[in-house]
């Protein structure tokens, strides 16, 4: 199911400046409704996905991991996508900006140094050209340290994960990291594999689950709402608390969509989600642009819930076509996901959904296989 939280990080970028920020008020409850969608709800996406990362790498154990296997697969199925989706779109800001056009949208690319050419492109120093493929930047960097993070979390995880929390969710210094939350994600995951959790021992609450969840997104919208955009320290730190606590939160209300007709077509388009996390931005940009050459202030709102809905239906199109002309390009611009056993997650039965006799129930997938998140 991570494409509904791929799906939630879009409405997170969508793009705005001060005049049409929520925090105004200009638009009542049309705007509490975008921070909680962009602010709280669908925050839970970055420490959610970091966090499916960790448990895939260590799925069958410590002393089954092959670093410098690990480290040659993720060049080809995350460095390579990430280098090639960056720097494809700084080349054309770079063009763009030579015609005089996307100044003010985006970094000024003609003028940079350097040094800030080099972070635009790789991401050394700070966030990427094309912004949320930092959450790749700092997944390899997770990768990197993944031995060193496997042994203090399999001999000392409590300790770990609690200096983990609190780097994440106190005001300290990022250090290495451009998003501090994906550490913490991540490591909960190989705390997950390594320890043997049952997560699915979780099933049994999935609603109640889901509900506390929901009903802490909203209390936080609220707050934000009510306080932002300059939060204070107390609020930013029930910020970050809210969106991990949207790792469990994500893993129940999964539960419940998976048992739905639109949950079990969702669960199976692989390399879509991927497909998207790593072209939406660019897109958004370009509507934000059209927008401010004829768009009206005034009705920003239409803006802002129509882009992202009009971002995935192209997405959506541009995905399938490239996968039928191109398939070869294709499976390199999605990590070669698609038909990967690799990335399968941990598997759950799904019972059959009302209605239906459990001996006609076949799943989403064909026989003698388990139905994966």
């Not at 049309?30 to 925050?43: A, E, H, N, P, T």
């Not at 949207?246 to 969509?257: E, M, P, Q, V, Y």
Request: with cysteine.
């Amino acid at each position: 199911m991570r494409i509904l939280l791929i799906s939630g990080i879009v409405f997170v970028h969508v793009p705005h400046d001060p005049q049409t920020s929520p925090f105004t008020g200009d638009n009542g409850f049309l705007d509490w409704i975008r921070v909680f969608l962009g602010d709280s709800l669908f925050r839970v996406g970055v420490p959610c996905l970091s966090a499916i990362s960790g448990y895939l790498l260590f799925r069958r154990g410590l002393d089954a991991f092959d670093y410098g296997k690990t480290i040659r697969s993720k060049a080809r199925t995350v460095l390579l996508p990430f280098l090639i989706w960056n720097l494809t779109f700084l080349l054309l800001v770079l063009v763009a900006q030579r015609s005089g056009i996307g100044f003010g949208y985006l970094p000024d690319t003609l003028n940079a140094t350097p040094r800030d050419l080099a972070t635009l492109a790789t991401a050394i120093e700070a966030a990427p050209i094309n912004i949320p493929l930092y959450f790749l930047r700092d997944l390899l960097l997770c990768i990197l340290l993944s031995p060193l993070l496997a042994v203090l979390i399999k001999r000392f995880p409590l300790v770990t994960l609690s200096l983990f929390l609190i780097y994440v969710v106190f005001p300290v210094p990022n250090g290495i990291f451009l998003k501090k939350s994906i550490l913490f994600g991540f490591s909960c995951g190989i705390y997950v594999s390594l320890h043997k959790v049952d997560v699915r021992a979780l099933d049994a609450f999935a609603g109640r689950i889901g509900a506390m969840f929901l009903a802490a997104a909203v209390i936080l919208a609220t707050l934000l709402y009510w306080t932002g955009p300059d939060y204070p320290v107390w609020v930013d730190i029930l910020r970050s608390l809210v969106a991990l606590c949207g790792i469990i939160g994500s893993w129940a209300i999964s539960l419940l969509l998976i048992r739905s007709s639109l949950g079990i077509r969702l669960s199976k388009l692989e390399g879509l989600s991927f497909w998207i996390f790593c072209a939406h931005y660019p897109l958004l940009i370009l509507f934000w642009m059209v927008w401010n050459r004829a768009g009206d202030a005034d009705f920003y709102p239409l803006f802002y819930f129509s882009a992202p809905i009009l971002a995935l239906v192209i997405l959506t199109v541009t995905h399938s076509a490239a996968r039928g002309l191109v398939p070869r390009l294709h499976a390199v611009l999605t990590g070669s996901r698609v038909g990967s056993k690799a990335t399968q997650t941990p598997a759950r039965t799904v019972s059959p959904p009302r209605g239906s006799a459990d001996k006609d129930w076949q799943g989403p997938y064909p026989a003698k296989k388990e139905i994966t998140r």
